[in-house]
């Protein structure tokens, strides 16, 4: 009689039968155990459309694996059966759909929290990644979850549709935007959906947020430099996309203004955010025939780069050339001299972020919550004032 509970098949005579029994035998076992997981699945999925759980798009194929622990094959043979069965639509290219769509609004989870970003988590500058792990951690301690949803497809110039069947798929009671753009502010306060906007809100958009206050900072840092005797200040920034890079470049034009004398020049000047156009844009500057005597960074990464490329140029730091960096990472503490920089407390910003998302679930204020920090200056060791006469390298 074949025993189909060995552990070494093939091996002998007595209990191991080399032959096709065994196999056909073991075979049979394992084909029966995958139908009967996919009979699982099944009916697991045929409950969570009877509830009502996905009105009308599911979610993507690895969220329903992960939240029901089976491997994406099974699951995408228990779809398949599914839509034989006329429950769901297998749309290619898009997703699957509820085949007898529930007519009205899904009911969210406020339970879940959603944190949506143009790119993955270890994509976003480390001091992101803080607070978003720490307001991770405050929200467990009332049994509350952050899902962190990323794609730049959320982010495009028209992505209602996209945004529409993320929000029907993921059933969040609140969602946080990172790094967003206009146009998903917008979709978001148009269609009165819970949300926070970690960051500041374009012009126009009118939702809660939670932000430095950049304004401010660079308004101080073009000042700053002013009392130190320097006339002509850049401000080197990427094109202003982020709405808290367009309030950067109010502030400083509002720090050199407050400045009486014609002599005082301050510029913006943009680049592509990547190490080549940095590189050129330093250069261009260093080497025109009035280069700036102090430079205001937009970012800690641009920092290092514009550094780097100040010292192959023969510019010394602080003695040549004055640096602020508008940005902290806690790397910058690393390099020498280290750079004069703006420094706040991620945990401080996950606190705030908290409860402003806490209040809004609790009711919906006439006016939008909103809270702006204003980080404190780290004079650092890369500010002087400029030398005399001013340095002009050929």
Same mark, same amino acid.
């Given at each position: 009689?074949?025993?189909?509970?060995?552990?070494?098949?093939?091996?002998?005579?007595?209990?191991?039968?080399?032959?096709?029994?065994?196999?056909?035998?073991?075979?049979?076992?394992?084909?029966?155990?995958?139908?009967?997981?996919?009979?699982?699945?099944?009916?697991? =999925?045929?409950?969570?459309?009877?509830?009502?759980?996905?009105?009308?798009?599911?979610?993507?194929?690895?969220?329903?694996?992960?939240?029901?622990?089976? #491997?994406?094959?099974?699951?995408?043979?228990?779809?398949?059966?599914?839509?034989?069965?006329?429950?769901?639509?297998?749309?290619?290219?898009?997703?699957?759909?509820?085949?007898?769509?529930?007519? #009205?609004?899904?009911?969210?989870?406020?339970?879940?929290?959603?944190?949506?970003?143009?790119?993955?988590?270890?994509? =976003?500058?480390?001091?992101?990644?803080?607070?978003?792990?720490?307001?991770?951690?405050?929200?467990?301690?009332?049994?509350?979850?952050?899902?962190?949803?990323?794609?730049?497809?959320?982010?495009?110039?028209?992505?209602?549709?996209?945004?529409?069947?993320?929000?029907?798929?993921?059933?969040?009671?609140?969602?946080?935007?990172?790094?967003?753009?206009?146009?998903?502010?917008?979709?978001?306060?148009?269609?009165?959906?819970?949300?926070?906007?970690?960051?500041?809100?374009?012009?126009?958009?009118?939702?809660?947020?939670?932000?430095?206050?950049?304004?401010?900072?660079?308004?101080?840092?073009?000042?700053?430099?002013?009392? =130190?005797?320097?006339?002509?200040?850049?401000?080197?920034?990427?094109?202003?996309?982020?709405?808290?890079?367009?309030?950067?470049?109010?502030?400083?034009?509002?720090?050199?203004?407050?400045?009486?004398?014609?002599?005082?020049?301050?510029?913006?000047?943009?680049?592509?955010?990547?190490?080549?156009?940095?590189?050129?844009?330093?250069?261009? =500057?260093?080497?025109?025939?009035?280069?700036?005597?102090?430079?205001?960074?937009?970012?800690?990464?641009?920092?290092?780069?514009?550094?780097?490329?100040?010292?192959?140029?023969?510019?010394?730091?602080?003695?040549?050339?004055?640096?602020?960096?508008?940005?902290?990472?806690?790397?910058?503490?690393?390099?020498?001299?280290?750079?004069?920089?703006?420094?706040?407390?991620?945990?401080?910003?996950?606190?705030?972020?908290?409860?402003?998302?806490?209040?809004?679930?609790?009711?919906?204020?006439?006016?939008?919550?909103?809270?702006?920090?204003?980080?404190?200056?780290?004079?650092?060791?890369?500010?002087?004032?400029?030398?005399?006469?001013?340095?002009?390298?050929?």
């Amino acid at each position: 009689m074949t025993n189909l509970s060995v552990k070494y098949p093939g091996r002998g005579r007595a209990g191991f039968d080399n032959g096709s029994s065994l196999r056909n035998g073991a075979s049979m076992r394992l084909r029966l155990q995958r139908l009967s997981l996919i009979d699982q699945l099944c009916t697991a =999925l045929r409950d969570g459309l009877a509830r009502g759980d996905w009105p009308d798009w599911l979610p993507s194929e690895r969220r329903l694996g992960l939240e029901l622990r089976v #491997g994406r094959n099974s699951l995408r043979t228990a779809l398949q059966k599914l839509a034989g069965e006329g429950l769901i639509e297998i749309v290619a290219g898009q997703g699957t759909r509820n085949a007898g769509r529930v007519s #009205g609004a899904p009911q969210p989870d406020s339970a879940v929290f959603g944190l949506l970003s143009p790119v993955p988590l270890e994509q =976003l500058r480390p001091r992101q990644a803080l607070w978003i792990d720490e307001l991770r951690g405050i929200l467990s301690e009332t049994e509350r979850i952050l899902r962190f949803v990323h794609g730049p497809q959320y982010f495009r110039a028209n992505p209602s549709a996209l945004l529409r069947k993320l929000v029907s798929q993921e059933q969040c009671g609140c969602w946080i935007l990172i790094r967003s753009t206009k146009a998903s502010q917008a979709w978001f306060e148009r269609q009165g959906i819970p949300c926070v906007i970690a960051g500041s809100c374009h012009p126009g958009v009118d939702l809660p947020f939670v932000d430095l206050d950049y304004r401010a900072m660079c308004r101080h840092a073009a000042t700053t430099l002013l009392q =130190l005797g320097h006339r002509r200040i850049v401000y080197l920034t990427p094109v202003a996309e982020a709405a808290g890079d367009v309030h950067s470049e109010t502030g400083f034009l509002e720090g050199m203004r407050k400045f009486p004398s014609a002599e005082a020049e301050g510029l913006i000047v943009h680049h592509q955010a990547n190490k080549p156009s940095i590189a050129q844009t330093v250069r261009r =500057l260093m080497e025109s025939a009035r280069p700036p005597t102090a430079l205001l960074v937009n970012q800690s990464y641009h920092y290092l780069t514009v550094f780097s490329i100040l010292a192959q140029l023969g510019w010394r730091t602080p003695q040549d050339v004055s640096l602020i960096c508008r940005d902290e990472d806690r790397f910058l503490s690393f390099l020498e001299p280290e750079p004069a920089r703006y420094v706040e407390d991620p945990h401080l910003f996950a606190r705030k972020l908290a409860r402003t998302t806490a209040t809004l679930m609790k009711e919906r204020p006439a006016k939008p919550p909103r809270a702006q920090i204003i980080p404190r200056l780290l004079r650092g060791a890369s500010m002087a004032p400029p030398a005399q006469p001013p340095l002009v390298r050929k």
